[in-house]
């Protein structure tokens, strides 16, 4: 911040920070995996089929559980990407 510009504010240092939370980020992996297999489940022409909600809700778990522990054991970091 400037005297003549006291409007801008403090200016960002360094690189942004790009790590991921374990939890909300294997909740998130959880809902797009398990949302469309659930809906495709209940919206059937013939009525609720509960075997194919289950399988997206098992599927959505087991994905949500991979990603959260997979980012867990990375420290919060994603892939590394190239400069």
Same mark, same amino acid.
């Given at each position: 911040?400037?005297?003549?510009?006291? &409007?801008?504010?403090?200016?960002?240092?360094? =690189?942004?920070? #790009?790590?991921?939370?374990?939890?909300?980020?294997?909740?998130?992996?959880?809902?797009?995996?398990?949302?469309?297999?659930?809906?495709?489940?209940?919206?059937?022409?013939?009525? #609720?089929?509960?075997?194919?909600?289950?399988?997206?809700?098992?599927?959505?778990?087991?994905?949500?559980?991979?990603?959260?522990? &997979?980012?867990?054991? =990375?420290?919060? =970091?994603?892939?590394? #990407?190239?400069?």
């Amino acid at each position: 911040m400037t005297e003549d510009r006291p &409007w801008l504010g403090e200016e960002p240092t360094g =690189r942004p920070d #790009t790590s991921f939370s374990p939890g909300p980020t294997g909740f998130a992996v959880f809902l797009g995996v398990a949302a469309p297999i659930v809906f495709l489940g209940v919206a059937r022409a013939g009525g #609720t089929n509960v075997l194919i909600v289950v399988i997206g809700l098992a599927v959505g778990v087991i994905a949500g559980v991979a990603v959260a522990a &997979w980012i867990d054991a =990375r420290g919060g =970091r994603g892939p590394k #990407t190239p400069l």
